[in-house]
Each structure stands twice: as structure tokens, then as C-alpha cells.
């Protein structure tokens, strides 16, 4: 029962596709529900585009503390225990993370893609002891007062994109995201909206011919090198970890390494991390314009929210 602990970073945005975007791209790719309409690509990407995205976090680890304190408070009011989350140390999007490739030779021959590092434990739910120590019932009772009943009427929220997600519009999570926000269909919209919006730009650069043969260049070269059947960087990078479940620590970074150099050898012949960065920030750019007018809703929002989060936190 220790998932009604689980409303982290990663909990707190839900994975929705997007999907039905208006332009004119390459990718016409068919999607769930009907045709994909394609976006428009700019001449060239946007300067900063990447920091543009990211950006639509900023606040987020202010806003998250704001929201485990009214949660911890409304909890206890109910009779029970809480353990807050520790917010992030800085405001970080949830999806804008390490790109998975543009690895240095250098740093591959040292260290290789750092798997052992990525791969470590599982963090902790700081509060899943207290909560095994309660009955079922309790622990029912817990989550109702967390997430509100199962049969409660929940929210229907529509994206931007036309996608839709739901939630309870009671409990104690609810509730502390409704004094922070002002509400809780607007905070839904933003927050999903924003996570997903970079994922889509990847997903449609992927789908473009020129990301097609640049991964069968770089696809090639590995195979040359001894290591085939590698359709991009990632898939050399979901290697290297699945190697740690089947051979020792030792015998995996040691094959992780002679890995890790080859992609870096055939990332740099072919010029692969520009240009590939290049491609997904035509994507970022064309995503941003076409939803420029949510996006400006969006950092509004967030303005709003950080100031009641600040009096939230000092009061």
C-alpha cells in the first residue's frame, strides 16, 4: 500500500500522449483516433528553446514543498501520520532531462555512460513503514483521506491537444493542489501539458526521415564495430544496464566501456549529437509556437501559484 506515498516528481505528471497538432512537418505518421495532422517546422530552431521548455518548471520544487506541507496538515487533521516528500533541491522538468546520447570519447573510455550510477536503488517512501503497520481498513481509510474515495465523481480535464485525463477532486492531495493553484483543472491542464509537450517534439523528430538516416548511419557504423542490431544511441545505452543483471559489476562496465567508446567513435564521424540536437530543437520550436498561446497560460499559472506556495511556506 506504500503506492499512496508515491506522488513525487514522476506522480505528480501524468504520462498523457499528445496528439492532433496543427502545421506542416515531415511526420504524418497515423496516431490513435484518426490521421496525424503534422506541425509546422521553422527554418531554424528557436535560440534557447531548451531552456524555454525547462522553464516551464521553474518554481516547481517551491511549489511542491508548499504542497507536501498542506498535505502533511490535512492528514493529520484526519488522525493520520504523514511523512513529507522532500522537494527537489532546484526546479527541474520532469522530462527534459540528459539527452540519451552525445557522449565524448574521453568520457566514454573513463567512465562509460555512468550506468552504474544511473541504475542505483530505488528511493526510499520515507513514510511506507508507518503505513504497513496499519490494518487493511486503516490503510483504506488512509488512502481515502489521501486521494479521496473510489467512487467519488472525478474531474475530466481536456489538454490542449484534445487528449483527455481525470482525477479526484477530493483528498487531502486534491485539496492542498487546489489552494496552490486556485484549481485543480488548470493545475492538471498546465503540469501534463507542459511534461508532455517535449516528449511529442522528440516523438514526431523520430519519425522524421532525416533522424531516420542519421540513426541507420550511426546503426552501421556500430555494426562495423561489433556491435549490430543497435538502431540508436539509447538502444546501446539500454544495453550496457540490461548487462548488469546477467554478469558481474566488473565484466559489465568493462563491456559497457568498449561499448560506450564505440558510440562515441560513430556519434563523432558522423556529427550525430549537432545534428540530431538540431532536429529536436526544430521540433521544440515548432511545439512552443504552436501552443503559444497555452504556454503563456501556463507560466501565468505558475507565477501565481509560487506566490501563494511562498505565504503557504512562512505562515
Request: glycine fraction near 10%.
Given at each position: 500500500m506504500s503506492k499512496y506515498l508515491q506522488i513525487g516528481l514522476a506522480a505528480a505528471i501524468s504520462a498523457v500522449p499528445l496528439a492532433g497538432c496543427g502545421g506542416d512537418s515531415p511526420d504524418r505518421g497515423p496516431v490513435k483516433g484518426g490521421p496525424e495532422v503534422p506541425w509546422q517546422l521553422p527554418r531554424s530552431p528557436d535560440p534557447g528553446v531548451r531552456d524555454a521548455l525547462r522553464g516551464l518548471f521553474d518554481g516547481f520544487s517551491t511549489r511542491f514543498a508548499a504542497e507536501q506541507e498542506l498535505v502533511h496538515r490535512c492528514m493529520a487533521a484526519k488522525g493520520f501520520r504523514y511523512v513529507k516528500l522532500t522537494a527537489p533541491a532546484t526546479d527541474a522538468h520532469p522530462t527534459m532531462g540528459k539527452d540519451d546520447y552525445g557522449i565524448g570519447v574521453a568520457a566514454a573510455?573513463?567512465?562509460?555512460?555512468?550506468?552504474?550510477?544511473?541504475?542505483?536503488?530505488?528511493?526510499?517512501?520515507?513514510?511506507?513503514?508507518?503505513?504497513?503497520?496499519?490494518?487493511?481498513?486503516?490503510?483504506k481509510r488512509w488512502g481515502e483521506a489521501f486521494y479521496g474515495?473510489?467512487?467519488?465523481?472525478?474531474?475530466?480535464?481536456?489538454?490542449?491537444?484534445?487528449?483527455?485525463?481525470?482525477?479526484?477532486?477530493?483528498?487531502?492531495?486534491?485539496?492542498?493542489?487546489?489552494?496552490?493553484?486556485?484549481?485543480?483543472?488548470q493545475m492538471l491542464k498546465g503540469e501534463n501539458f507542459a511534461a508532455n509537450l517535449p516528449i511529442e517534439a522528440r516523438r514526431r523528430a523520430g519519425a522524421d526521415p532525416a533522424m531516420k538516416t542519421l540513426n541507420s548511419t550511426w546503426s552501421a557504423c556500430m555494426s562495423g564495430k561489433g556491435h549490430p542490431a543497435l538502431p540508436d544511441p539509447a538502444a546501446a545505452r539500454s544495453q550496457a544496464a540490461t548487462r548488469y543483471k546477467s554478469a558481474s559489476a566488473d565484466q559489465a562496465f568493462r563491456a559497457e566501456i568498449k561499448l560506450a567508446v564505440a558510440d562515441a567513435e560513430c556519434e563523432l564521424k558522423n556529427n550525430y549529437a549537432a545534428q540530431r540536437r538540431r532536429l529536436e530543437d526544430l521540433y521544440y520550436t515548432a511545439g512552443m509556437r504552436r501552443y503559444e498561446a497555452d504556454i503563456t497560460a501556463i507560466r501565468e499559472m505558475n507565477q501565481a501559484a509560487l506566490a501563494r506556495a511562498k505565504k503557504i511556506l512562512t505562515s
Open positions: 573510455k573513463r567512465h562509460g555512460y555512468k550506468t552504474q550510477e544511473r541504475i542505483g536503488g530505488p528511493q526510499n517512501d520515507p513514510g511506507a513503514a508507518d503505513l504497513k503497520l496499519l490494518s487493511e481498513a486503516d490503510r474515495p473510489d467512487d467519488v465523481k472525478r474531474i475530466r480535464v481536456t489538454l490542449p491537444d484534445g487528449k483527455q485525463i481525470e482525477t479526484s477532486p477530493v483528498g487531502c492531495l486534491s485539496e492542498a493542489r487546489i489552494k496552490i493553484f486556485g484549481s485543480l483543472e
